[in-house]
């Protein structure tokens, strides 16, 4: 048996092939990385209208029990119990060396909570879930498609299928019957535009997917661009920016832990690694993840060493993802450096095929975002 | 107008050959975001990595297809890197070379064979 034949498909893996996908392996899937449109073109078309991703690889689970949020939070820095229902926030699991399991959407759905992991981690986090969260039960979804709906056209193609979409803000959960069935909503995405990520059943995922597909606003986008759009809205890519040897605080990511977990905070410490990450918060950490602009137009991909002169023999960090940002025109970068070389502003050299290449330390997101608050 | 196995395209004219990538090579690599030419005058050796073309996907490799000087080299789609998608085969040309030995050309592929070669 070949790799190929062990990935697994999407529902909508057909409609991709006849829409024209280029399909290739990615976290065990087979998924479309661009479609005839082309990768350059389907980022833009996102940034000026809507862009529709099939995301269904990433794994949906509920989370059911006595105090779900209060439960999660033995596992995760994130306050749960403090978020509200109807609404959704960023979370990580983290490891008791303070690195980063997972990232994953955390929505406080009234009597559960629904969590969205990364394809990559799914089984891993589940496991995780089923060993430490012993009061909860935790159900995988495994019958429903999820689509990210991306873009400043997002709101109005989406309303025309399910009109309250249009009243949901940043970060806002709903689950509301519709032509294709029950649909779970949230007001989020990946790109740093304004959209929606909508959990549809198998049975109407092509459907309603093609009844998007049909609008002029609409085009398929395919993970290629998803990378791009990320990228320019300064968001990690799990196993490239973040993993198991990054902590919150390296990763830059101080936003997204609540007072209340820190030190001094009424339930802080209680989850894995907190010693290290709290400690991070206090004293800060050696290195830091940081936006890169390269001078020229030559991006500077993942694994680019980065030093802090022409001729230095030590690096200082390096680049972690690399790509040319189509709406910004430029090549753009992020990666680690040391604390010491993290300030907005420091120039550095990045390792190209054997040449020290100027690269600046940049402010991220390096397209501003625009989400519907 | 003659093909390699390494996806490019040679044409005579005035005694050089210009080299470019086919339109096949254009569309695996997706939309190409940077050129870096080499110098004119440079003398290279066939099979040499004289190019990196890089697109949204990765960075390739461009190999010379012949030994000999490069004479020109297509300045304008170094900020228009776009004109490789758009024309490959015509206004997306890398570079002239002039070379010492054209023994190689009998090994390469005419139309009708590349696009057997290539499916």
Same mark, same amino acid.
């Given at each position: 048996?070949?790799?190929?034949?062990?990935?697994?498909?999407?529902?909508?893996?057909?409609?991709?092939?006849?829409?024209?996908a280029?399909?290739?392996?990615?976290?065990?899937?087979?998924?479309p990385v661009?479609?005839?449109?082309?990768?350059?073109?389907?980022?833009?078309?996102t940034?000026?209208?809507? =862009?529709? #991703?099939?995301?269904?690889?990433?794994?949906?689970?509920?989370l059911?029990g006595?105090?779900?949020a209060?439960?999660?939070?033995?596992?995760?820095?994130?306050?749960? !119990?403090?978020?509200?229902?109807?609404?959704?926030?960023?979370?990580? #699991?983290? &490891?008791?060396?303070?690195?980063?399991?997972?990232?994953?959407?955390?929505?406080?759905?009234?009597?559960?909570?629904?969590?969205?992991? &990364?394809?990559?981690? %799914?089984?891993?986090?589940?496991?995780?879930?089923?060993?430490?969260?012993?009061?909860?039960?935790?159900?995988?979804?495994?019958?429903?498609? !999820?689509?990210?709906?991306?873009?400043?056209?997002?709101?109005?193609a989406?309303?025309?299928?399910?009109?309250?979409?249009?009243?949901?803000?940043?970060?806002?959960?709903?689950?509301?019957?519709?032509?294709?069935?029950e649909?779970?909503?949230?007001?989020?995405?990946?790109?740093? /535009?304004?959209?929606?990520?909508?959990?549809?059943p198998?049975?109407?995922?092509?459907?309603?997917?093609r009844?998007?597909?049909a609008?002029?606003?609409?085009?398929?986008?395919?993970?290629?661009?998803?990378?791009?759009?990320?990228?320019?809205?300064?968001?990690?890519?799990?196993?490239?920016?973040?993993?198991?040897?990054?902590?919150?605080?390296?990763?830059?990511?101080?936003w997204?832990?609540?007072?209340?977990?820190?030190? =001094?905070g /009424? *339930?802080?410490?209680?989850f894995?690694?907190?010693?290290?990450?709290?400690?991070?918060?206090?004293?800060?950490?050696s290195?830091?993840?940081?936006?890169l602009?390269?001078?020229?137009?030559?991006?500077?991909?993942?694994?680019?060493?980065?030093?802090?002169?022409?001729?230095?023999?030590?690096?200082?960090?390096?680049?972690?993802?690399?790509?040319?940002?189509?709406s910004?025109?430029?090549?753009?970068?992020?990666?680690?450096?040391?604390?010491?070389?993290? +300030?907005?502003?420091?120039?550095?050299?990045?390792?190209?095929?054997?040449? *020290?290449?100027?690269?600046?330390?940049?402010?991220?997101? #390096?397209?501003?975002?625009?989400?519907?608050? | 107008? %003659?093909?390699? /196995?390494?996806?490019?395209?040679?044409?005579?004219?005035? =005694?050089?050959?210009?080299?470019?990538?086919?339109?096949?090579?254009? +569309?695996?690599?997706?939309?190409?975001?940077?050129?870096?030419?080499?110098?004119?005058?440079?003398?290279?050796?066939k099979?040499?990595?004289?190019?990196?073309? /890089?697109?949204v996907?990765?960075?390739?490799?461009?190999?010379?297809?012949?030994?000999?000087?490069?004479?020109?080299?297509?300045?304008?789609?170094?900020?228009?890197?776009?004109?490789? &998608?758009?024309?490959?085969? =015509?206004d997306?040309?890398? #570079?002239?070379? %002039?070379?010492?030995?054209?023994?190689?050309?009998?090994?390469?592929?005419?139309?009708?064979?590349?696009?057997?070669?290539?499916?």
């Amino acid at each position: 048996m070949s790799a190929q034949d062990d990935l697994k498909r999407t529902g909508l893996y057909d409609l991709h092939v006849e829409l024209g996908a280029k399909m290739v392996p990615f976290a065990g899937y087979e998924m479309p990385v661009q479609y005839p449109l082309g990768v350059m073109k389907e980022h833009l078309h996102t940034r000026n209208a809507a =862009g529709l #991703f099939d995301v269904s690889h990433m794994g949906q689970v509920i989370l059911r029990g006595e105090n779900p949020a209060l439960s999660l939070e033995r596992i995760v820095p994130q306050s749960v !119990l403090a978020l509200a229902e109807g609404r959704q926030r960023y979370g990580l #699991f983290t &490891n008791d060396d303070g690195g980063i399991l997972d990232d994953l959407m955390i929505a406080n759905r009234g009597d559960h909570l629904f969590l969205v992991v &990364n394809a990559g981690c %799914k089984d891993a986090d589940i496991a995780h879930m089923r060993a430490q969260l012993t009061h909860c039960e935790v159900e995988v979804i495994d019958d429903r498609a !999820l689509l990210a709906l991306q873009g400043p056209a997002a709101e109005t193609a989406l309303a025309r299928l399910v009109p309250m979409a249009a009243n949901m803000k940043f970060m806002d959960v709903a689950i509301t019957d519709s032509d294709f069935g029950e649909l779970w909503l949230s007001r989020s995405g990946y790109t740093g /535009e304004d959209g929606y990520e909508i959990s549809v059943p198998d049975a109407h995922a092509e459907a309603f997917t093609r009844a998007l597909l049909a609008m002029e606003e609409v085009e398929p986008i395919g993970l290629g661009a998803r990378d791009s759009l990320r990228l320019e809205a300064g968001l990690c890519l799990y196993g490239n920016d973040i993993g198991p040897t990054t902590t919150p605080v390296e990763a830059a990511l101080e936003w997204a832990v609540q007072k209340i977990r820190k030190t =001094g905070g /009424e *339930r802080a410490s209680g989850f894995p690694g907190a010693d290290r990450i709290l400690s991070e918060f206090e004293n800060g950490a050696s290195r830091r993840r940081v936006g890169l602009l390269p001078e020229g137009r030559a991006p500077m991909r993942a694994g680019t060493d980065l030093y802090a002169s022409q001729e230095a023999e030590t690096p200082i960090g390096q680049v972690t993802s690399g790509a040319f940002g189509p709406s910004i025109e430029r090549p753009m970068s992020m990666g680690y450096v040391t604390i010491d070389h993290a +300030e907005i502003g420091t120039n550095l050299f990045g390792d190209v095929r054997g040449k *020290r290449q100027p690269v600046t330390v940049a402010d991220m997101p #390096f397209h501003p975002t625009a989400y519907k608050r | 107008m %003659k093909y390699t /196995e390494e996806h490019e395209w040679l044409r005579e004219e005035d =005694g050089v050959y210009v080299v470019g990538i086919t339109i096949h090579a254009a +569309e695996q690599l997706g939309d190409v975001v940077f050129v870096e030419l080499p110098d004119v005058g440079d003398t290279v050796s066939k099979d040499d990595e004289i190019i990196v073309i /890089e697109s949204v996907k990765a960075a390739s490799d461009i190999l010379s297809p012949l030994d000999g000087e490069i004479t020109e080299v297509n300045t304008p789609i170094a900020d228009e890197p776009t004109k490789i &998608n758009e024309d490959a085969e =015509g206004d997306g040309w890398l #570079f002239k070379i %002039k070379t010492t030995d054209a023994s190689p050309l009998d090994d390469f592929m005419d139309e009708a064979a590349y696009k057997k070669f290539i499916g």
